[in-house]
């Protein structure tokens, strides 16, 4: 389940179908607005690169308008979204005859709440198969899916020793052992509408899509949303202005997907890692035998080395060739052993020679024969002396057209990450196939009712959706058209944002208390840039929200800087030095929490002690060192403007969770 | 409805023969014949595809599982005698590249 975006506000729209004038001039308005500030925003940052950098001070100077470049860019992503951010018609008729299965996701959640789930689903009206996919092996469960007549999977023994990949293993785990045409994803906690696939069905009658999204929606969030759980702005016109541009994200939950989309994505993706793989694995094993021919120092195994660096020059040269790698490989495992028999049969006659000429006539040992057997014990894997050599074993290896180091050999949902379904969405892209986001709320669940087990949530978001970019960057995948690549890029790059908030809490704190100052003016040159800018960016987010309220998403955005930044620097740790993520899995109830949980917004504090000492120090270094006095409203107003984005951390870390009172739909 | 039929031709060497369609619905039973044989020792597999009349990617993943249960288990799988639409989704999907369809069950294991 991700929500990529950071903007979480309160309150859905009714799902009603807007009148289509309506709409296109609402549009026209918005690209005009989007276009607006646009200019603005690039007439500010050019004039901010060109004419107002302090370079004296260029340590804060420069990181401050970076900040402030990166802020643009993102605006300029926002606004492309919005570009085609349009409610889609009415849903088509729903296919008849389909073939569905339902699987309800689960490892740890209470059964009641997996089981309140499944009930639901199997009252869903489509015809359809209902499967728990419980990645916790509870037999409580299993009974308890038996007595309710839905299908139970768990890991089967190929699982065991094997990478688990978590829900994406999950999920394809049930691919393997089910057979519906689609395939209907929900979260533990996600209780679906009856209606859920019949109006989503339908779109499935183009034969390219492969992925419905709907929304996802909580119901244990009170109106005032002091977490911001609820992402209406995500699951509303950032959705439906991604699906514009052909790029409507899988988000983990409540949308339902093509098996033959799927099923092609881990074929094809077999087929290059496997191809990959065996070729690399065999120019390594090419460099290790080379390498020990050079120090082997008795012939017999010089010999079997330069057989087998042969046997792998061949095999090289055969799949470059096109050849089938199965094929390959297979022959040049039959080689190798090939080899090992000739070897124990040369050693088995020195000894029987040896045994003749002392007299040992009835030894009975012999190299053929009914004694034949005896080779092929010897030289087998395990006891061959041929196969003992290591950069034999690394050649061995490199014969695995299994994917032996995986449980499956397919893998439909994608195991580059902790967010499976953005990086399956990718690649269905990539590989040519559509997606819709069908904006209507048709299954509810539950959010975290705790500020630990939501910041843990959106840690892993953040974590996954990084890992994605570094892994396999949208802007380099082929297949991709550029918009739907600046789509994925455009949430990857929102997650940076704490970066640039770090910048934007020092720079103010840094002029205030020491008079330290990135920007050469403060006079009208800076506010007639400045000024129209923020305005126009304020009232773009309020035009293309449409009334939904954005502030508490804008606040989060803010005030969770240190997590984004942790998120970051971990992915990057765990991408390029293979560190692990400290994953977890999010808790779905007991969540709430009786404590002040102030360990968690440490560093949160120490901004907010240093903002408000900084304006302290401003205003008595205005009155008495009598400092520039524009310059130090600009950072007072600036650092109350912070105070009160971060001020949405009072209200979570008081929250004790859900107590009945709803935000409307 | 697609069946599976298993025959010793040899030493070693079973072949299965599928009737009808390998798709989605039929794969899981693929699945379960070859994870069948293998366990009863027959690991040098030929799924035999003459009377496969249409295969999708389901199927192509049941083929690519078996040969993984085979190779894992000391034995190989090949395929033989795809007919039209069965090369074409080898083709399509590049697993031509990893598979060799050889021209009858006969031939596939003279090694």
């Known amino acids: 389940m991700t929500t990529p975006s950071v903007l979480t506000p309160t309150v859905l729209t009714p799902s009603v179908l807007p009148d289509e004038a309506r709409e296109n001039k609402r549009l026209f308005l918005l690209r005009l607005w989007i276009v607006l500030t646009l200019l603005l925003g690039g007439n500010y940052v050019v004039w901010r690169w060109l004419a107002s950098v302090n370079w004296s001070v260029w340590w804060i100077s420069v990181p401050l308008v970076v900040a402030e470049t990166y802020s643009v860019v993102d605006l300029a992503l926002f606004g492309m979204t919005m570009w085609r951010s349009r409610r889609r018609l009415a849903a088509p008729e729903p296919l008849e005859g389909a ?155 409540n949308a339902v997907l093509r098996r033959e989309a799927l099923m092609e994505l881990g074929i094809l993706g077999y087929v290059t890692a496997t191809e990959k793989a065996v070729i690399g694995r065999l120019k390594d094993a090419r460099g290790a035998v080379r390498r020990a021919m050079r120090r082997a120092s008795d012939a017999p195994t010089r010999s079997a080395l330069s057989d087998t660096s042969r046997a792998i020059a061949v095999a090289l040269a055969q799949i470059a060739n096109g050849e089938p790698i199965a094929e390959v490989t297979y022959v040049l495992q039959s080689k190798l052993t090939r080899l090992s028999s000739e070897a124990v049969s040369n050693d088995l006659a020195q000894i029987a020679a040896d045994l003749d000429s002392l007299g040992f006539a009835d030894h009975g040992i012999s190299a053929e024969g009914e004694r034949g057997e005896l080779v092929a014990l010897l030289s087998s894997a395990q006891l061959s002396p041929v196969h003992e050599l290591p950069p034999v074993q690394t050649t061995v ?45 048709l299954a509810e669940g539950l959010a975290p009712e705790g500020l630990d087990a939501s910041m843990t949530q959106r840690l892993r978001w953040a974590q996954g959706t990084v890992q994605v970019m570094l892994k396999e960057n949208p802007l380099f995948l082929r297949g991709l058209s550029w918009p739907q690549r600046l789509m994925y890029f455009s949430t990857m790059w929102s997650y940076l944002s704490g970066f640039a908030t770090l910048v934007y809490i020092l720079a103010p704190v840094l002029f205030l208390t020491a008079g330290v100052l990135p920007v050469t003016s403060y006079a009208a040159p800076f506010f007639l840039r400045f000024l129209p800018f923020m305005v126009a960016n304020q009232l773009l987010f309020v035009i293309a929200s449409r009334g939904l309220p954005t502030w508490r998403g804008q606040q989060y955005t803010m005030a969770l800087f240190p997590l984004w930044i942790r998120a970051c620097v971990s ?49 008595v270094r205005l009155f008495v060192l009598h400092s520039e006095p524009i310059g130090t409203l600009v950072n007072i107003g600036w650092v109350v403007f912070d105070l009160v984005t971060m001020s949405v951390l009072v209200g979570a870390v008081r929250y004790r969770g859900f107590s009945g009172e709803k935000g409307s739909r | 409805m697609t069946s ?22 039929a794969a899981p039973e693929l699945r379960d014949v070859v994870a069948q044989a293998v366990a009863s020792g027959r690991t040098r597999l030929v799924v035999d595809l003459s009377g496969v009349e249409f295969m999708d990617s389901s199927g192509l993943g049941a083929l690519i599982g078996a040969l993984k249960t085979t190779r894992q288990a000391g034995g190989d799988l090949r395929i033989a005698s795809p007919g039209e639409q069965v090369t074409m989704v080898l083709q399509l999907s590049n697993v031509d590249r990893i598979l060799k369809p050889y021209r009858s069950s006969d031939d596939a294991f003279t090694d």
């Open chain 1, 99 to 253: 073939t569905v299965d339902v699987f309800i996701t689960t490892y740890n959640e209470p059964v009641d709440l997996v089981l309140t789930t499944a009930q639901a689903a199997e009252n869903i009206t489509y015809p359809h198969r209902t499967w728990i996919l419980d990645d916790g092996d509870r037999s409580e469960l299993r009974d308890a899916a038996e007595t309710l007549g839905v299908g139970y999977v768990t890991r089967g023994l190929e699982w065991a020793g094997k990478p688990r990949h978590a829900k994406a293993g999950n999920l394809n785990n049930a691919l393997v052992q089910t057979t519906g045409e689609y395939i209907l994803v929900l979260d533990a906690d996600m209780v679906p509408e009856p209606q859920i696939l019949h109006r989503t069905l339908g779109y499935f009658s183009d034969d390219k899509v492969a992925l419905v999204q709907t929304p996802q929606y909580f119901n244990n969030v009170p109106r005032s949303d002091p977490l911001g759980s609820q992402a209406p702005l995500f699951y509303g016109p950032i959705q439906e202005g991604k699906d514009g541009w052909g790029a409507a994200f899988f988000c983990g939950s």
């Open chain 2, 4 to 25: 599976f039929q298993v025959d010793e031709v040899r030493a070693g060497v079973s072949v299965i023969r599928v009737e009808g369609r390998l798709n989605m619905v």
């Open chain 1, 397 to 441: 290896r490199a014969t695995d057209v299994a994917r032996s180091e995986e449980a499956l050999a397919v893998l439909p949902m994608a195991t580059i990450s902790v967010t499976e379904d953005m990086a399956t969405s990718m690649r269905l892209h990539a590989n040519g196939w559509k997606s819709v986001f069908h904006n209507e709320i």
């Open chain 1, 571 to 619: 992915a990057a740790a765990n991408v390029f030095a293979g560190a692990p993520l400290s994953f977890a899995v999010t808790p779905k109830s007991g969540t709430r929490t009786e404590r002040v949980e102030l360990r968690k917004v440490a560093w949160q504090l120490v901004a907010v002690v240093a903002l408000v000492v900084a304006a302290i120090a401003g205003v």
